[in-house]
């Protein structure tokens, strides 16, 4: 998966927490997932049981507590994805 | 995992209250009298809570509603009068407080010190939010009772939030799975949305239930479930109050 499908899979998933349409309409890979979209803290934990369904990973509290911005999502996803060598 | 500066404030911290009880609970008490506070069913609420928890020792993690910041004051003193919590150290409950509201002065950081509060940082960083959940699981290690608002903070639709909450006490029951659970729900009978202070004269509505969340989940999912199911719990004991609260009035 390169790294524009995992963040447009990752904006989809993220879309109908977020309170900050504006700065979800110009989101970019630094915007920060509570601060700037406005995102609850405790949806965060919904968002990243989704990205375990929809990607087929396991995310474990450590990985989790480093997603702050969209940019670190697709970071995790793309390493947790990745094929194994 | 709490340092072991961390283990020895919050043991200090015990030993001082459980010293001071009757002296804390006496002045809390007398406030809430003050304001002309009344539990209904006082009485019967004490005699069930005490029929609940029993001789049972070990681990008790009060689940509560959430509406006013005063709350965790009128659960405590609706459970157990101050006498018995001189000599049953363990039913005087430690609270997790919004940091922001007991460090507002030197009194009433004084008060939540006393009163077993632990002070949170919400909106924190998930590292404060983590050093939390140690310190409850702390404390539940050493017997005692914890009295949690699983829905993470005073409800903004006046009513149990069931779309809103967090999932921290999710994770607390998975990590002290010993613990017994006691829901508490609670509502002033002039109540109508979240505040600060319920009006002077206000009499509260209390109930008490024990439940025994479990679920075949591990991790974060685990604890949306565990979460889901101790607020599903408030949500129809509020349910109940609205079908039959006129009866105890």
């Known amino acids: ?85 | 995992m709490l340092s072991s500066k961390e283990r020895l404030g919050l043991r200090v911290q015990e030993a001082v209250s459980q010293a001071l009880i009757l002296l804390t609970y006496f002045s809390l008490e007398g406030w809430l009298r003050f304001r002309r506070y009344r539990i209904s069913a006082r009485r019967r609420t004490r005699a069930e809570f005490a029929a609940l928890v029993g001789d049972e020792r070990g681990p008790l993690l009060i689940c509560a509603n959430h509406l006013t910041l005063v709350d965790s004051l009128l659960i405590q003193w609706a459970l157990a009068p101050g006498w018995r919590l001189f000599v049953r150290p363990a039913w005087f409950t430690w609270n997790l407080a919004d940091k922001h509201n007991i460090t507002k002065n030197v009194f009433v950081r004084i008060l939540g010190y006393l009163g077993k509060c632990v002070p949170v940082l919400r909106k924190g960083p998930p590292e404060e939010a983590r050093r939390t959940l140690d310190k409850v699981a702390f404390l539940l290690s050493r017997g005692q009772s914890v009295l949690v608002f699983p829905e993470g903070r005073r409800s903004r639709v006046g009513r149990v939030d069931t779309e809103n909450f967090t999932y921290g006490i999710g994770r607390i029951v998975q990590e002290t799975p010993s613990a017994r659970v006691l829901c508490v729900f609670a509502r002033g009978l002039g109540q109508r949305e979240y505040g600060n202070y319920p009006h002077p004269g206000e009499t509260f509505f209390v109930r008490l239930k024990r439940c025994a969340p479990t679920t075949s989940f591990r991790g974060m999912r685990g604890d949306r479930d565990l979460a889901t199911q101790i607020v599903g719990h408030l949500s129809e004991m509020e349910q109940e109050y609205f079908e039959n609260a006129i009866l105890d009035r």
């Open chain 1, 1 to 85: 998966m390169d790294t524009t499908t995992a963040f447009g899979k990752i904006v989809g998933i993220i879309k109908p927490f977020v309170k900050n349409t504006t700065a979800f309409g110009t989101a970019t890979d630094g915007t920060r997932i509570i601060e700037d979209l406005g995102v609850n803290s405790a949806r965060l934990v919904d968002i990243i049981l989704a990205f375990e369904d929809e990607f087929g990973i396991e995310v474990d509290d450590e990985s989790a507590d480093r997603v702050r911005t969209l940019g670190d999502a697709v970071q995790m996803i793309l390493q947790k994805t990745a094929p194994a060598h």
